[in-house]
């Protein structure tokens, strides 16, 4: 009895905290990097790539699935932002209005040297804007756009990858109104899943903000009901631990076919919840937990929101003859995924010396205090 004791003690805990949030960003922009890179042949049209030592059609099928990126992040943030509210000390204003100035700061700069950037060397604001519409109408979509809200607007914007900024926003600002029905978290999430259902909604497609609003309540529920941690406890020694890893596997390739083969519009909850759950968990028992491994992924997610809105401009925009030159498709997403961490290496130097996140931090603080008045 001594020894089974001992055993459990000497079985590394494994929990749902910062470290794991941040690996697991880690992988999910990785994901983005090959869904956006390879989902159809017209990403790569022009340039012979090659698959080995799989074929174009598998990469591809794969690539669409990496759309999960997208749940794992809405998930990732209403956990995070749950577990945040519970601990704030201001009014439910004040946090939002925090909340959001932290989740849009890092986009501004962004979008400040991107524009500058773009319109010195491919006259891209000028296209973007102004070209289609009078100046009047193209300013007031360079504002809505530099807040993050041209998805939400439907306006023009500098680069079509930032819709996901408005998801961003409408999850934050949603977060004090689900709070209050906290008791009820569950129930919120299956009228969220509902609605559009009630009221017959199609989605047009992937980048609907309201489509990954079920994932983003989930986040919520599990981390109001601690269900990660508890999985990750059950079953966790030995034959027992061989046993869930060869069934989590087994639901991660299941839930690949059926990610593919299933209409989004028709089992959205599925494709947007059910799936990115078993990977999710998947990813934070048997996959961050591998020596190394997790500190790259770490460093990745700590660079991820970066990446996520400088990668299009390199793989796309300005730079797609460099990026597709590579010949292998591994290499392509590696060239991609260095040249995108390397702009935002180059980016974290250049706010830490200008004191930028200090100065939003300051702001933050001041609105926190007057909530707190």
Not at 224 to 252: A, C, H, P, Q, S
Not at 270 to 284: E, M, N, Q, T, Y
Not at 329 to 348: H, K
Request: glycine letters at 6%; a positive charge; charged letters at 20%.
């Amino acid at each position: 009895m001594k020894t089974t004791d001992n055993n459990k003690e000497n079985v590394k805990k494994i929990s749902f905290d910062k470290s794991n949030s941040l690996a697991l960003k880690g992988i999910a922009i990785l994901m983005m990097l090959m869904h956006h890179s390879f989902l159809s042949k017209s990403r790569y049209e022009g340039f012979k790539v090659s698959f080995e030592p799989l074929d174009a059609q598998r990469i591809i099928s794969i690539s669409v699935f990496m759309k999960i990126c997208v749940p794992v992040f809405a998930f990732i943030s209403g956990y995070g932002l749950y577990l945040n509210y519970k601990k704030k000390k201001t009014s439910p204003g004040a946090w939002t209005a925090s909340r959001a100035l932290k989740t849009m700061s890092g986009f501004y700069i962004i979008w400040i040297i991107s524009a500058i950037w773009g319109q010195i060397g491919f006259d891209s604001v000028n296209e973007k804007f102004f070209e289609k519409q009078n100046v009047y109408k193209a300013i007031t979509d360079m504002v809505i756009n530099f807040l993050g809200l041209s998805k939400l607007l439907g306006t023009h914007t500098l680069n079509n990858t930032w819709w996901y900024m408005s998801a961003a926003l409408v999850f934050v600002i949603m977060v004090p109104f689900f709070m209050k029905a906290e008791e009820y978290l569950p129930v919120v999430f299956f009228v969220v899943c509902a609605l559009p259902r009630m009221f017959l909604v199609k989605y047009s497609g992937s980048t609907e903000v309201m489509q990954f609003m079920p994932a983003f309540v989930f986040g919520m529920c599990v981390a109001k009901y601690d269900l990660l941690n508890r999985w990750f406890g059950m079953y966790n020694t030995g034959k027992n631990k061989i046993i869930k890893f060869v069934v989590e596997f087994l639901l991660v390739v299941l839930s690949y076919k059926l990610y593919i083969s299933l209409a989004g519009n028709t089992y959205a909850e599925i494709k947007w919840v059910v799936v990115p759950a078993i990977v999710i968990a998947f990813c934070c028992e048997f996959i961050n937990p591998i020596p190394k491994v997790k500190e790259v992924l770490m460093f990745l997610g700590k660079h991820s929101m970066n990446i996520f809105m400088v990668h299009t401009f390199i793989r796309l925009y300005y730079y797609r003859d460099f990026t597709y030159s590579f010949g292998h498709f591994a290499l392509i997403i590696l060239v991609l995924l260095l040249t995108s961490l390397g702009v935002s290496i180059v980016l974290e130097f250049i706010k830490k010396r200008i004191h930028y996140d200090e100065f939003f931090a300051k702001i933050c603080k001041r609105i926190e205090a007057r909530g707190q008045q």
